[in-house]
């Protein structure tokens, strides 16, 4: 093993120390960034809609709190806390919240639109369903 090239170094982070995004007013998002890897919180209130899109990100949904309707081509899959889904690259989803909810979602790679803020599928009005990318 060389150390010529020595591994980035580890850092801690906390929830509690970033800030919430108030994406519309339902659902409001938190998010780490490492090198290949993203992590998010996601808050979502009774009623929120995330409209349907896809991505070429692989993305793990961990349902922490509550419930989610995912509904996608093939099938619509409701997750409940404890649950974990993974969703492939490039399927088509949307996510309506059943309950007040919270739900940790890793995406590979990292959403660089989420960093650009070119995320506006996210930004409008919640409950209103639309298609994006």
């Keep these: 093993m ?34 290949d890897t993203m992590l998010a919180r996601i808050v979502l209130k009774k009623g929120a809609v995330v409209p349907r899109h ?21 099938e619509d899959k409701i997750v409940r806390a404890g649950e974990i889904l993974c969703i492939p690259p490039h399927v088509p989803h949307e996510v309506i919240a059943l309950e007040d909810s ?21 930004r409008g009005g919640a409950g209103v369903s639309e298609t994006k990318r």
Excluded: C
């Design 54 to 74: 896809h991505h070429f990100h692989e993305q793990i949904s961990h349902v922490v709190e509550g419930a989610l309707q995912f509904r996608m081509e093939a």
């Design 102 to 122: 919270v739900t940790l979602d890793i995406f590979n790679p990292p959403r660089q639109d989420w960093i650009d803020g070119d995320d506006a599928y996210l």
């Design 2 to 35: 060389s150390h010529d090239n020595p591994a980035a170094p580890s850092k801690l982070h906390r929830w509690s120390d970033i800030p919430p995004e108030q994406m519309n007013p339902l659902i409001a998002r938190q998010y780490v960034v490492g090198t």
